[in-house]
């Protein structure tokens, strides 16, 4: 099994830049392709981005391609999501998933308890 556990959500202006950072415990990191989910308000959880176990590829929703950036490092056991361009239609609470093939559903076994991000207009 692993355990993970989001920080750096908050609350910023439309056009600002967040960083979300997803902490790994448990079973070896590298083990596992990680991935970035969101749920807004009233609405299905909805895949984000997703990095496969090395690093080497990645794969992002349209709505967010071009804008945020997935990445892992292993030594520290974390993944990131770098969120430039922020827009309302992002607020939502953003949760790090873990499976052992990458995905670019929701189906993922292992999540941690989300972090809330909200971008005011």
């Known amino acids: 099994q692993v355990q993970l556990v989001e920080s750096g959500g908050g609350l910023v202006q439309a056009g600002n830049s967040l960083r979300l950072s997803c902490a790994a415990s448990g079973r070896t990191f590298s083990s596992y392709a990680m991935g970035w989910l969101r749920q807004a308000p009233g609405k299905e959880r909805e895949f984000v981005a997703a990095i496969s176990r090395s690093g080497g590829s990645t794969w992002y929703a349209d709505s967010v391609k071009g804008r945020f950036t997935i990445s892992r490092d292993s030594a520290k056991n974390t993944v990131y999501l770098q969120m430039n361009s922020l827009k309302p239609e992002d607020t939502a609470v953003y949760y790090c998933?873990?499976?052992?093939?990458?995905?670019?559903?929701?189906?993922?076994?292992?999540w941690g308890q989300g972090t809330q991000v909200t971008v005011s207009s």
């Open positions: 998933a873990a499976r052992v093939t990458p995905t670019t559903t929701t189906e993922y076994p292992y």
